[in-house]
């Protein structure tokens, strides 16, 4: 079955730097790439998504970028505030069939400090 | 619009005893899944229902179990608990594949003593 690998399980960054967290899949044919954030005690939420059909997506301060080839996509913050400090979670899923399930990475506990 | 309702939000039972959870999707949403999430194991998945059927299923033993009904609410039941089930179990509802995006509940944490 499919497996994402999640790196690095923690990350701490200075407020205002930027932070990108690196996921790796196994299965080719996953077409379907969500990133999720997850504050203590709170559900997760979806932030960011991308298809397989897209390179690059962003939305503000967020952007999610997929390399078909290598079987990686990467999650990059940039201008990182306190607030965003949280534990994110990466995801694939191929979809179709019997496939609608979600493998989830380990996670990456982010830190950012005033 | 209401948001994806888990019940109950904590659980105390023990060794051998069963237990069901709930969760009521987003009101159109008609996929649901469950997840178990652990400090160790992180998000893994348990099972997918969609219009009353099971659609996928996740590497958890016979012991773990769900329905949907037809107002596509949904219950997991875990029999003959054991220590290592202690976890927060997820749900999350999606309108159609989970490729529509996923929204989470709360989740239920449950302990087993």
């Known amino acids: 079955g499919e497996n994402v690998e999640q790196h690095p399980s923690t990350l701490s960054v200075q407020e205002g730097d930027s932070a990108v967290i690196k996921c790796t899949y196994s299965?080719?044919?996953?077409?379907?790439f969500p990133w999720y954030k997850q504050e203590l005690g709170k559900r997760p939420q979806l932030i960011i998504d991308i298809r397989s059909n897209v390179g690059e997506k962003k939305d503000q301060r967020i952007a999610v970028t997929l390399n078909k080839t290598a079987k990686h996509f990467s999650l990059h913050i940039t201008e990182t505030q306190p607030e965003d400090s949280a534990v994110y979670f990466c995801a694939a899923s191929k979809g179709g069939g019997s496939n609608y399930k979600l493998t989830f990475g380990k996670g990456t506990l982010l830190t950012v400090n005033p | 619009k209401a948001g994806v309702t888990q019940t109950p939000r904590y659980l105390i039972k023990t060794r051998g005893q069963q237990v069901t959870l709930s969760c009521s999707p987003i009101s159109g949403h008609r996929s649901v899944s469950w997840y178990q999430q652990t400090p160790g194991q992180g998000l893994q998945f348990l099972f997918e229902?969609?219009?009353?059927?099971?659609?996928n299923k996740g590497n958890f033993p016979g012991r773990f179990s769900g329905r949907q009904f037809s107002n596509s609410r949904s219950e997991m039941n875990v029999s003959t608990l054991e220590l290592g089930d202690s976890a927060l179990y997820l749900c999350?509802?999606?309108?159609?594949?989970?490729?529509?995006?996923?929204?989470f509940g709360s989740g239920t944490r449950l302990t087993v003593v």
């Open positions: 299965d080719s044919a996953s077409n379907y």
């Open positions: 229902y969609f219009s009353e059927t099971q659609r």
């Open positions: 999350a509802s999606s309108a159609k594949t989970g490729q529509d995006g996923y929204t």
